[in-house]
């Protein structure tokens, strides 16, 4: 089963999919081999639903990680 990532928005263009299925692990692991630029400082994570740090991050069997990109409005 793994991590699902989930990308929106622009995100999903940076990284040429809007889903895909990795490993679970430490966020730094499981983003080894994406582009950079997933978790400027203005993207936010929303894990299971609920947004949360990147920092120290832990990715367990089941998990789904979304990246939300910034969002402008006018």
């Known amino acids: 089963m793994g991590v699902r990532l989930v990308f929106l928005g622009r995100l999903a263009d940076l990284v040429g999919a809007d889903s895909r299925e ?3 692990g430490a966020l730094p692991a499981v983003l080894g081999g ?7 400082p203005r993207v ?7 947004l949360v ?12 990680l979304a990246f939300l990109p910034p969002v402008s409005g006018g």
Do not use: I, S
């Open 22 to 24: 990795v490993a679970p």
């Open 34 to 40: 994406l582009p950079d630029g997933l978790l400027g």
């Open 44 to 50: 936010k994570l929303a894990l299971n639903g609920m």
């Open 53 to 64: 740090g990147a920092e120290g991050l832990m990715l367990a069997e089941g998990d789904e």
